[in-house]
């Protein structure tokens, strides 16, 4: 694990998010909670995000996790990531 | 379920109402066949098929019984939608699009205003219309232009403008479920699904639908402005609905549709092998080959599409199982794989006849069958879908 605190993990999560996400406002602007498909993520974008928490964490999303309420916020891309890792 | 909604002359009724499948081959026999031709020549709205699948009470079919509908299965009216394509395609394309917005609002519409419309549409057999389709974004429905819009000082009230590129049947429906962005500064994919009836919607004609098949589908483009109250909005998010209901929905209505075109070919096909072999005693006909081929092909379509309706019928209330990548590719599949069979079949169907076929005053005419099957394509690209797919396969993991 390389996180060491939830913190550093939705940092590491933002930060790709800012990459790949595509989102209409500002990361910064969003908390933990807020609706990220709201906020813009199309599916599209989900697919780039979730190669990219591949990449980045060495882990593979198994089926159960591919839908929407797994990339619907922050927290709930954190949770995932924790999971697998 | 509020009991005020069941209308007790409805309810009595129940009884006497034909079966589906009976009412399907009447309507088609007496009305969608006498009157196809001349519906697409004209590119006019088949009215007397409607008409009599009105009495029939076969448009509120998918209306749960207490609501005063039939309670029929998706399967049920997927079926009618195929037998009625075998004489008007236009009749038939009419019936499915009605029943995806039917589903939609029987699966996502539990408000107390949103059980009315079921009601109301039962006990009146109401059309139903779609306008998803939109100048600026075409075919990719999941995207808007056009967002509900809050009317100042009047925060339960709302407006839409939509260039709506393409309604079938918009004149002739009681309401159309438009989609729209969920509000001014919402993203293009945040997306409501917005329930406007016609008398309290302006549609101002923008195109003329004069087209190689479904003429009589009447799919003019319209600038859509209506006027409403917050209640007509689904309360679920689009998404979801796209996902569980109207992308499955239309693929599954559609694919039998096609699949009833595909049969109608190869029965014309086969009707004239069994004349050829009368008159040519002791020969087989060389046609023959070909017709079992075509014969042994729709049996493999009709798998495909009858198969397919049974599995989404198995998950179709289990929403993680209907929120899975590999369920919106294999309903994707099913459009695609369809969709290419019908013009293959119709096309083969054709050529095993010949001449007969290719006659427009022959009782073995493949024309308007043709025509039609080449709509599969178009209504929504393939490319487009396929596209749509690709992406999910670059993360899916789970046996397709
Ligand atoms: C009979 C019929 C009835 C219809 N009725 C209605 C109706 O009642 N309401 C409604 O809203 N709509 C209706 N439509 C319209 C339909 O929903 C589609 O909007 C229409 O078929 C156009 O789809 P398309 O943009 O995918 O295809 P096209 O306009 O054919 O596609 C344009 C181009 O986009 C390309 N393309 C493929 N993939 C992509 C991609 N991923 N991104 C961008 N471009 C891509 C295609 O290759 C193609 O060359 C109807 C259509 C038909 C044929």
């Given at each position: 694990m390389k996180h060491s605190t939830i913190t550093d993990l939705d940092a590491t999560v933002r930060d790709l998010l800012t990459r790949h996400g595509?989102?209409?406002?500002?990361?910064?602007?969003?908390?933990?909670?807020?609706?990220l498909h709201s906020a813009g993520l199309t599916s599209h974008a989900c697919v780039d995000l979730m190669l990219a928490l591949e990449d980045e964490f060495d882990i593979e999303f198994p089926e159960r996790l591919l839908k929407r309420q797994t990339f619907a916020s922050v927290a709930n891309l954190s949770d995932a990531v924790l999971e697998l890792t | 379920m509020p009991t005020t909604l069941i209308d007790p002359s409805a309810l009595a009724t129940i009884g006497a109402r034909r079966p589906l499948v009976d009412v399907a081959q009447t309507v088609g026999a007496e009305f969608a066949a006498v009157h196809g031709a001349d519906v697409d020549r004209h590119a006019r709205f088949p009215s007397e098929a409607i008409e009599a699948l009105r009495r029939e009470r076969a448009l509120g079919a998918l209306i749960p019984i207490s609501l005063g509908g039939r309670g029929a299965s998706l399967r049920e009216v997927a079926i009618v939608g195929e037998t009625l394509a075998r004489s008007c395609a236009s009749t038939a394309m009419v019936y499915a699009m009605h029943q995806i917005q039917v589903n939609c609002i029987v699966r996502h519409g539990r408000t107390p205003f949103l059980l009315e419309v079921l009601a109301d549409a039962a006990a009146h057999e109401r059309l139903f219309a779609s306008a998803t389709t939109e100048a600026g974004v075409?075919?990719?429905?999941?995207?808007?232009?056009c967002a509900v819009d809050p009317i100042p000082d009047q925060p339960q009230r709302f407006r839409i403008e939509k260039q709506a590129s393409v309604i079938s049947y918009g004149e002739y429906a009681h309401a159309i479920l438009a989609t729209a962005r969920?509000?001014?500064?919402?993203?293009?994919?945040?997306q409501s699904l917005v329930y406007v009836p016609r008398d309290k919607t302006t549609l101002e004609l923008t195109s003329e639908w004069d087209t190689?098949?479904?003429?009589?589908?009447?799919?003019n483009g319209f600038v859509l402005r209506a006027e409403g109250d917050?209640?007509?909005?689904?309360?679920?998010a689009y998404a979801d609905i796209s996902t569980q209901t109207m992308l499955p929905t239309s693929h599954v209505v559609w694919s039998h549709l096609w699949l009833g075109l595909a049969t109608e070919a190869v029965s014309r096909a086969r009707a004239y092998l069994r004349a050829q072999a009368r008159k040519t005693l002791g020969t087989r006909p060389t046609s023959a080959v070909a017709v079992a081929a075509l014969v042994a092909r729709l049996a493999e379509m009709r798998e495909l599409v009858h198969g397919a309706a049974r599995d989404y019928e198995l998950i179709a209330d289990d929403p993680e199982q209907l929120n899975r990548i590999g369920f919106a590719i294999r309903a994707n599949n099913l459009k695609i794989s369809a969709s290419n069979m019908v013009v293959e079949i119709v096309t083969e169907a054709m050529s095993a006849i010949g001449m007969s076929a290719y006659r427009e005053d022959s009782p073995y005419s493949i024309g308007r069958l043709l025509r039609d099957a080449h709509g599969a394509k178009a209504m929504i690209h393939n490319d487009r879908i396929l596209g749509a797919n690709a992406q999910w396969l670059l993360v899916a993991k789970e046996e397709l």
């Amino acid at each position: 694990m390389k996180h060491s605190t939830i913190t550093d993990l939705d940092a590491t999560v933002r930060d790709l998010l800012t990459r790949h996400g595509r989102l209409r406002v500002e990361i910064a602007s969003l908390s933990r909670f807020d609706d990220l498909h709201s906020a813009g993520l199309t599916s599209h974008a989900c697919v780039d995000l979730m190669l990219a928490l591949e990449d980045e964490f060495d882990i593979e999303f198994p089926e159960r996790l591919l839908k929407r309420q797994t990339f619907a916020s922050v927290a709930n891309l954190s949770d995932a990531v924790l999971e697998l890792t | 379920m509020p009991t005020t909604l069941i209308d007790p002359s409805a309810l009595a009724t129940i009884g006497a109402r034909r079966p589906l499948v009976d009412v399907a081959q009447t309507v088609g026999a007496e009305f969608a066949a006498v009157h196809g031709a001349d519906v697409d020549r004209h590119a006019r709205f088949p009215s007397e098929a409607i008409e009599a699948l009105r009495r029939e009470r076969a448009l509120g079919a998918l209306i749960p019984i207490s609501l005063g509908g039939r309670g029929a299965s998706l399967r049920e009216v997927a079926i009618v939608g195929e037998t009625l394509a075998r004489s008007c395609a236009s009749t038939a394309m009419v019936y499915a699009m009605h029943q995806i917005q039917v589903n939609c609002i029987v699966r996502h519409g539990r408000t107390p205003f949103l059980l009315e419309v079921l009601a109301d549409a039962a006990a009146h057999e109401r059309l139903f219309a779609s306008a998803t389709t939109e100048a600026g974004v075409g075919g990719a429905v999941r995207a808007s232009v056009c967002a509900v819009d809050p009317i100042p000082d009047q925060p339960q009230r709302f407006r839409i403008e939509k260039q709506a590129s393409v309604i079938s049947y918009g004149e002739y429906a009681h309401a159309i479920l438009a989609t729209a962005r969920r509000a001014p500064e919402s993203a293009a994919g945040d997306q409501s699904l917005v329930y406007v009836p016609r008398d309290k919607t302006t549609l101002e004609l923008t195109s003329e639908w004069d087209t190689f098949g479904f003429r009589g589908t009447c799919s003019n483009g319209f600038v859509l402005r209506a006027e409403g109250d917050r209640h007509q909005i689904l309360p679920d998010a689009y998404a979801d609905i796209s996902t569980q209901t109207m992308l499955p929905t239309s693929h599954v209505v559609w694919s039998h549709l096609w699949l009833g075109l595909a049969t109608e070919a190869v029965s014309r096909a086969r009707a004239y092998l069994r004349a050829q072999a009368r008159k040519t005693l002791g020969t087989r006909p060389t046609s023959a080959v070909a017709v079992a081929a075509l014969v042994a092909r729709l049996a493999e379509m009709r798998e495909l599409v009858h198969g397919a309706a049974r599995d989404y019928e198995l998950i179709a209330d289990d929403p993680e199982q209907l929120n899975r990548i590999g369920f919106a590719i294999r309903a994707n599949n099913l459009k695609i794989s369809a969709s290419n069979m019908v013009v293959e079949i119709v096309t083969e169907a054709m050529s095993a006849i010949g001449m007969s076929a290719y006659r427009e005053d022959s009782p073995y005419s493949i024309g308007r069958l043709l025509r039609d099957a080449h709509g599969a394509k178009a209504m929504i690209h393939n490319d487009r879908i396929l596209g749509a797919n690709a992406q999910w396969l670059l993360v899916a993991k789970e046996e397709l």
